[in-house]
């Protein structure tokens, strides 16, 4: 594959199918919304976690924030990647219901490293963050389930963990993650 006239590309595969996106995705959000629930409850006592979810204020949130996870992903990857709005795509997958981003254009790895972790960054980290120092359970309790929702991308963030920073990256258009390009040493047309 050559992504101009003067660079051969090799294709890598890191991509999984999205029930499995779901199933293995789940244990590496998992362990992060385990970790902030008992941040919580060891710097400010379990008193109200469970309380916000019997809100109806914080399940509207929780419904916007889906929506906004794929918009942070496609935020991310237009600012780092430099990339055109008209490149991105949402949709929901039919078979898993999972919503999704996609990026039509490639990217260099660590732009796409910058859009898939941005989510778990804005929607997870900052409001439990804000949720335990400040002692506002729904903001921990919605920063948690945020990272666990991430899990996901946090997988796919593990599956490129090892690609060199040259490398491009194409954004898988089926499955969760992506086709990493690297460039193939020795070859121009």
Request: overall charge neutral.
């Amino acid at each position: 594959m050559t992504l101009n006239n003067d660079i051969a590309f090799e294709r890598v595969d890191r991509s999984v199918s999205l029930s499995d996106a779901n199933l293995r995705g789940s244990l590496f959000g998992l362990a992060p919304a385990l970790v902030v629930v008992v941040a919580h409850i060891w710097f400010q006592g379990a008193s109200g976690l469970l309380d916000s979810l019997g809100s109806l204020w914080w399940w509207i949130a929780v419904v916007v924030g889906i929506a906004v996870h794929e918009g942070l992903h496609a935020i991310g990857w237009m600012l780092a990647g430099r990339l055109p709005p008209g490149v991105i795509s949402f949709g929901i997958d039919r078979q898993t219901l999972s919503p999704y981003a996609h990026t039509r254009q490639p990217l260099s790895i660590n732009a796409y490293r910058f859009g898939t972790a941005l989510p778990a960054l804005g929607l997870g980290v900052a409001p439990a963050l804000i949720g335990i120092i400040g002692n506002l359970p729904a903001f921990t309790t919605f920063g948690a389930l945020f990272l666990f929702a991430a899990g996901g991308d946090l997988l796919i963030l593990w599956l490129i963990r090892n690609d060199p920073v040259y490398a491009m990256v194409a954004d898988h258009p089926s499955r969760a993650g992506c086709e990493v390009l690297l460039p193939i040493t020795g070859h121009s047309r």
